[in-house]
């Protein structure tokens, strides 16, 4: 019923920048909080940023590691969510997932939804 789909992944050379965009398609009545998660070869999900669905578009949170290099925003008519990241560096290199919490239609509460990945290989 609702599908999230990333795109802008690639491979890029260490200071360089890259733009995720993640888009939710579906019988979708709201999205709330939406964010990007990255995991690393071996290693666990973790969160990359959050942004809320809060008027003014919305209050952010980043990890500590992302802080002052990522800037998380959304377009709510487009249902979209992007991730610009700047002065990327080799640690970085993780697939990264959209993740959003969306209440269908016909249904009363949120679900989180995962798109499914997409690769961010930064090289030294």
């Known amino acids: 019923q609702v599908q999230l789909v990333e795109s802008g992944g690639g491979l890029v050379q260490a200071g360089g920048s890259l733009r995720l965009s993640c888009v939710a398609s579906?019988?979708?009545?709201?999205?709330?909080?939406m964010g990007w998660y990255r995991q690393a070869p071996g290693k666990q999900r973790d969160l990359v940023a959050l942004?809320?669905?809060?008027?003014?578009?919305?209050?952010?949170n980043y990890a500590d590691s992302v802080k002052g290099r990522f800037t998380i925003s959304r377009d709510n008519a487009k249902k979209m969510v992007y991730l610009q990241m700047n002065s990327l560096k080799p640690e970085d290199t993780a697939v990264y997932y959209c993740?959003?919490?969306?209440?269908?239609?016909?249904?009363?509460?949120?679900?989180?939804?995962w798109g499914q990945g997409t690769q961010v290989t930064v090289s030294s």
């Open positions: 993740n959003a919490a969306i209440r269908v239609w016909g249904f009363s509460s949120e679900r989180d939804y």
């Open positions: 579906g019988s979708i009545f709201s999205i709330n909080r």
């Open positions: 942004i809320t669905s809060d008027g003014s578009g919305g209050s952010t």
